[in-house]
């Protein structure tokens, strides 16, 4: 069983594919990719299934979008290919290619967030009222996995912010909290893990409300494939991936930090900040470089930029932290 594709994995300097796959120790015992085999086969529902007729926000349904000047220029974006096929969902497999193959049993339509916690009153938004609250903007951002792969990748979505004053939170409100869909029924791939669903991330205030965290409901101009996190999911450039929550169903303004799924299950690996930072290297591995997805082997290597590049617009959020302390 290969992860992604093994001839890209250069130098001894970027993390050895054991380690990476040493994530994988959440796993549930040996007869686990076994048993994902089996949900294969067992069947994907149809697309016909998996669509309600009549809905216009369907995966590869395209997005009117203006440009944007917090878009990241000058890189070369990752393909679309490699964009939508290297995945991390774990609640559809934990291999790379897994989600690709097994997220279409997500049932994209209808949905809605649930808003709840600290704010005015609790209220539900419909995906389509969301579409339409913004002009739908074109970033591109460097994304930058814990497990030191990177791409370029062009988004389609508007500021979290802008989402968040129109869930009206209250005064008391210092972190959100990102819950993403779970039904175990349709993500029987979830339950090879020890992982404690749904997937959980969160932000403080501040952060989520700095206008670089997106909230996004596309990629390359077209809606979101299931596999990357489809209808709506969060974007947070200068953090690694994993802050990153997948298919959000509901979010909660609270007064604490809110428990998240990778600091969770390994908190001396996984910090609740998590910002890209070459300085603090996971335990396993160092994150000083990082190997850019789809190049050829020898082009692939990048030096890992502090905050994922976009110090400028978020380092002071974490002036007088030590983050090291606090990774
Ligand atoms: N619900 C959910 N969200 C998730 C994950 C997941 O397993 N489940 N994986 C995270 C990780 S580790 C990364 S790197 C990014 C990957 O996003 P992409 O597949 O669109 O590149 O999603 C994040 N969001
Ligand atoms: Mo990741």
Redesign the pocket.
């Known amino acids: 069983m290969l992860i992604g594709k093994p001839t890209l994995i250069p130098s001894s300097e970027i993390t050895p594919k054991d380690q990476y796959l040493n994530r994988r120790r959440f796993l549930r015992g040996a007869a686990s990719g076994l048993a994902a085999a089996g949900a294969v086969a067992l069947g994907i529902r149809s697309l016909a299934d998996v669509f309600s007729p009549g809905t216009s926000v369907f995966a590869g349904t395209k997005l009117q979008t203006v440009p944007s000047p917090l878009t990241t220029t000058g890189e070369q974006l990752t393909s679309y290919q490699d ?1 939508t096929t290297f ?5 559809f497999g934990v291999q790379k290619n897994e989600p690709a193959q097994n997220a279409g049993a997500l049932p994209t339509a209808p949905w809605s967030i649930r808003v709840d916690g600290l704010v005015k009153e609790p209220k539900t938004f419909d995906i389509e009222a969301l579409l339409k609250l913004r002009p739908l903007e074109e970033r591109v951002y460097r ?1 930058r ?2 497990e030191a792969w990177s ?1 370029v990748i062009p988004w389609v979505g508007y500021s979290l912010s802008e989402f968040i004053k129109q869930c009206e939170p209250l005064s008391n409100a210092r972190y959100v909290q990102f819950l ?1 869909y779970y039904d175990s029924r349709v993500e029987r791939w979830a339950s090879q893990t020890t992982i404690q669903w749904p ?1 959980s991330e969160g932000l403080r205030m501040d952060e989520a409300m700095n206008p670089l965290a997106l909230l996004t409901f596309g990629l390359y101009g077209e809606v979101l494939p299931n ?3 489809a209808p709506v999911r969060i974007v947070v450039p200068w953090k690694y ?2 802050k ?4 959000i169903v509901r979010v909660r303004f609270v007064d604490r930090q809110p428990p998240t799924t990778w600091n969770e299950q390994a908190p001396n690996e996984y910090g609740f900040y998590s910002n890209v930072n070459p300085n603090v290297d996971h335990p396993r591995w160092s994150q000083k470089v990082e190997r850019r997805i789809g190049l050829p082997f020898y082009a692939q290597r990048r030096t890992t930029l502090m905050f994922n590049g976009y110090g400028d617009q978020v380092a002071s959020l974490y002036d007088g932290m030590n983050l090291k302390r606090d990774f």
């Open positions: 964009v995945n991390n969902y774990y609640e994304h996995c814990v791409m993403s997937y596999q990357n996190g991936g994993f990153s929550a997948k298919s």
